[in-house]
């Protein structure tokens, strides 16, 4: 497996596992990622901006996640908790796998390459927000050591679960 940074002919491969995210958590009953979110124009975005990474498989695109470190606005008000640090964090957005490649350890490793991108830009702490109901994902970041912090909220209300992990 290598995990790169995504390039323009992959979009259409990231939007497919995005669609399979999507139908999984709408299957879950969880309401996250079900209004159109995220969608191609995001993609692009992503990879245009360069933070997009995707985990290849046997010349398969089998996993993919966004990793920025500029602050995120809805970070700084936590509710009913407090980060672990202050200061310089990246953030991990839009992990998601392949349906066919789920279970095969895609979720550490991309957060282990998160890490060590982090700590080559001097970042010791990743900061993750994810649905209440997402167990799954839950329970990739408690696995990972990622501790819950508290409750943020969106830009446009919705309620997220706070994680960060320090290394």
Known sequence: MQIRKAIPA???SIMQIFRQAQTGL???GVNQWQNGY???EIVDMDIMSGNCLVCVVNG????????????????DRIYSGQWLSEGQYGVIHRMA???EFKGRGL???????AEQIALSRGIRSIK???HRDNNPMQNLLRN??????GVIYLDDGQERLAFEKLF
């Open 97 to 99: 796998a392949a349906d």
């Open 60 to 75: 398969l695109i089998g996993a993919s996640f966004v990793l920025t470190f500029e602050p995120e606005a809805t970070y």
């Open 26 to 28: 709408r299957v879950q």
């Open 144 to 149: 990972n050591e990622f501790q819950y912090c």
């Open 10 to 12: 992959d979009a259409e």
């Open 38 to 40: 995220p969608n191609m």
């Open 128 to 130: 993750v927000d994810t």
């Open 107 to 113: 979720g550490a490793e991309m957060i282990e390459m």
